[in-house]
């Protein structure tokens, strides 16, 4: 046929074998499972756990890892919260401010009162740690 391309995808087991350059003994030793594990990857779909524990292991981002394990789209995936792999400190920095749900301008004041409070546990410490030696 004309004009038709056929993609070939390469298998979740020759992606892993890929991504880590290592035998499957290496790869199982380094997740923590059985190396038959890895190989029955050939025939297999993987678990779940497995895929994402291979993913942090060898510094790829989960929804790279689960989109080759088991043929999902990024829409399958629902990828509205940012894959923390792929941010910068300062991204990293505004999605967990904004997960804990602090107000940058509260938390701006905060830091110009010298409020040590800010963290819980760390009034204790500061105090302490700004205390003159022989003055308990």
């Not at 070939?8 to 059985?34: C, T």
Request: charged share 25%; no cysteine; net charge negative.
């Amino acid at each position: 046929m004309l004009g038709t391309t056929t993609v070939s995808r390469v298998s979740f087991y020759e992606w892993v074998r890929d991504v880590a350059g290592e035998s499957n003994a290496r790869i199982a030793a380094k997740i923590g499972v059985d190396p038959s594990t890895v190989g029955g990857w050939q025939h297999r779909d993987p678990k779940a756990r497995d895929v994402i524990t291979f993913a942090k292991a060898y510094g790829r981002p989960i929804t790279e890892a689960l989109r080759q394990a088991f043929e999902l789209t990024a829409d399958d995936l629902d990828q509205s919260e940012p894959d923390p792999y792929t941010l910068s400190n300062a991204q990293l920095l505004a999605q967990l401010v904004y997960r804990l749900d602090i107000r940058v301008d509260e938390l701006y004041e905060a830091l110009q009162e010298g409020n040590p409070g800010l963290v819980a546990g760390t009034d204790r410490l500061s105090t302490q740690a700004h205390r003159p030696k022989g003055k308990d």
